[in-house]
C-alpha cells in the first residue's frame, strides 16, 4: 500500500507539471508596456503651441526658427526627447535664389529685395550667383532659380526638368530676338510652354494685369495678390533735416520711383512719413502707416515705417506700368517689341500684357511644370527697373518658391517613435495667408 501511495504522488506530480507545461504553451504570459512618456510629450507639445497661440506669439515665432527652437528646447530641457519643427503654407522665413546672371546683377537684387516685412513679420529673399548644374551647390540648395538675360536653355534640358518636377521654379528675364531662340528650344517649348510670334519695331502705350484672378486656383491668383499686399522695402539715400512736428531729427530722406518718374519722401516718425506725391519737389502729404495715398496718380499704400532708415509700400488694385515690353536691341537696330504667346494658346496664362493702341501682347507668362512654376518676362535691364518693376519681379520669384515645408531641429531619422502637433493659424495685416505650424517630438531608438 506505501509503494502505491508513492506512485500516486509521482503520477500526481507529472500531471501537474504537464499542466504547467500546457499553460505556458497555450497560454503563453503577456507584459504590457505603458506609453505615458509618449503620451505626455506629444500633450506637452500641443501645450507649447496653444501656450504660444493664447499669449499671442504663434506667428512671431512660427517663422522665426530661432525663437521656436530656443523655447521648445526650453520646454524638453533634461529629457531625452528629439524636437523639431516646420511651417507649411505662407511665405517662407528665407527664401533661396539662385541665380544665373551676372555678379554685379546678384549684388543688386540683394540691395533692394534682400528683406522685406509681411504681416508684421520678416522675410527674406537671399540670392547666390549660381549655375545650372547638379554640383552647384547654391542651385541645388535653392528654393528658385532666376536666369538673367538671353541664353540657350536646351543644354539644360534634363536638369532644369529634375528641377522644376521637384517643385523648383524658374523665372527667366529674357529678350528674344529670334524665333529658334524659342521655338527651337526644348525647355522654351515644354517647360516654359512658350511660342515665338513675332519681333517688330512698335510702342505700347503701358503694361497692365491682363486680368482679375477669378479663383484661388487660378494660375495668376497668387502673384497678382503678391504684387498688391507684399510690400517692398525702401531704403532711405541720405539723412535729411529737422522737420516741424517729426520725431526723426534729422529725417531719413529716399525716393520712390515707377513709371519713369522719382517722388521723394521723409521718414518723419515711428508711424508716419513725408511724400512729395506730385514729383515736382519738396513735401506736400504727411501720410501714416495702413493709409492709402494717390502718389503720382497711383494708388499707394505705406504698410510700415521701419524706423528711420527705411520705409514698405504696395500698390493698390487697378495698378498700371509704364512699358516695360519695349527694348533697345542692340546697335544701330532701334527698338523692337517681341510678340510671344503661350504655346498651347491659353491666355489665362498671362499674368501683365502691353496695351498698344489696336492691340495687346503678353509682357508676363506663367506655366505650371510638374510641381514647379515658371515664368517668362522681358529684360529691360537693371537700371530701368522702377520700384513697381521690382516688386512685380519680387512677386513672380516668391509664387515661383518651392513651398515645401523646411524641417528645423534635430536630425529625426532615427528614433523608434514620433509624434507631430499641427496649428492652423491665419494672418491678414498686410495679406491674407494660412499657414501650418507642424511641432514634432520623437524618442531615440
Request: with cysteine; net charge neutral; aromatic share 12%.
Given at each position: ?6 506512485i500516486n504522488v509521482i ?214 495678390k503678391y504684387f498688391h ?87 493698390k488694385p487697378g495698378y ?126
Amino acid at each position: 500500500m506505501r509503494s502505491k501511495g508513492i506512485i500516486n504522488v509521482i503520477e500526481l506530480a507529472i500531471v501537474i507539471v504537464t499542466l504547467f507545461v500546457s499553460f505556458s504553451v497555450f497560454f503563453p504570459g503577456t507584459s504590457y508596456r505603458n506609453k505615458w512618456d509618449d503620451a505626455y510629450g506629444m500633450l506637452k507639445a500641443r501645450d507649447a503651441v496653444l501656450a504660444l497661440e493664447r499669449t499671442g506669439k504663434l506667428h512671431e515665432y512660427a517663422f522665426d526658427s530661432t525663437k521656436l527652437g530656443a523655447f521648445l528646447n526650453s520646454l524638453f530641457a533634461g529629457s531625452n526627447v528629439i524636437v523639431w519643427h516646420g511651417v507649411s503654407g505662407g511665405i517662407k522665413e528665407e527664401t533661396r535664389i539662385a541665380c544665373d546672371c551676372p555678379a554685379d546683377v546678384v549684388a543688386w537684387l540683394n540691395g533692394w529685395a534682400g528683406s522685406t516685412v509681411l504681416n508684421e513679420r520678416n522675410i527674406s529673399i537671399v540670392f547666390c550667383k549660381a549655375s545650372i548644374d547638379p554640383a552647384d551647390a547654391c542651385f541645388t540648395s535653392s528654393d528658385a532659380l532666376l536666369v538673367w538675360k538671353y541664353k540657350p536653355l536646351q543644354p539644360y534640358d534634363t536638369t532644369l526638368t529634375d528641377y522644376v518636377s521637384k517643385g523648383g521654379g524658374v523665372i527667366e528675364v529674357m529678350n528674344f530676338t529670334e524665333a529658334a531662340q524659342v521655338n527651337g528650344d526644348s525647355v522654351q517649348q515644354k517647360i516654359f510652354s512658350l511660342n515665338w510670334i513675332s519681333l517688330e519695331q512698335s510702342t505700347a502705350n503701358k503694361c497692365e494685369f491682363a486680368r482679375t484672378p477669378r479663383s484661388a486656383s487660378d494660375i495668376i491668383y497668387e502673384p497678382y495678390k503678391y504684387f498688391h499686399h507684399i510690400p517692398i522695402t525702401l531704403k532711405i539715400a541720405s539723412f535729411g533735416q529737422a522737420i516741424a512736428g517729426c520725431s526723426y531729427n534729422p529725417t531719413g530722406n529716399g525716393t520712390l520711383a515707377f513709371k519713369g518718374a522719382s517722388y521723394e519722401f521723409d521718414t518723419c516718425g515711428p508711424d508716419s512719413a513725408w511724400f512729395d506725391i506730385d514729383g515736382v519737389g519738396g513735401r506736400n502729404t504727411l501720410v501714416t502707416e495702413r493709409q492709402n495715398t494717390s502718389i503720382g496718380g497711383s494708388e499707394i499704400m505705406l504698410n510700415y515705417v521701419n524706423g528711420v532708415s527705411s520705409i514698405s509700400v504696395s500698390f493698390k488694385p487697378g495698378y498700371t506700368f509704364k512699358n516695360f515690353l519695349e527694348y533697345i536691341a542692340p546697335p544701330p537696330n532701334p527698338r523692337k517689341v517681341v510678340h510671344m504667346e503661350p504655346a498651347d494658346g491659353n491666355s489665362d496664362r498671362v499674368l501683365v500684357q502691353a496695351v498698344f493702341a489696336q492691340t495687346k501682347y503678353p509682357a508676363v507668362i506663367l506655366n505650371k511644370y510638374g510641381s514647379g512654376r515658371v515664368a517668362w518676362t522681358q529684360e529691360p535691364g537693371k537700371n530701368n527697373y522702377g520700384d513697381d518693376e521690382k516688386a512685380l519681379l519680387m512677386s513672380l520669384l516668391l509664387w515661383a518658391a518651392n513651398k515645401e515645408p523646411s524641417t528645423a531641429g534635430t536630425d529625426i531619422s532615427s528614433f523608434r517613435a514620433g509624434y507631430m502637433t499641427s496649428y492652423i493659424n491665419v494672418k491678414n495685416y498686410d495679406m491674407f495667408e494660412i499657414y501650418k505650424l507642424n511641432v514634432g517630438i520623437g524618442y531615440p531608438v
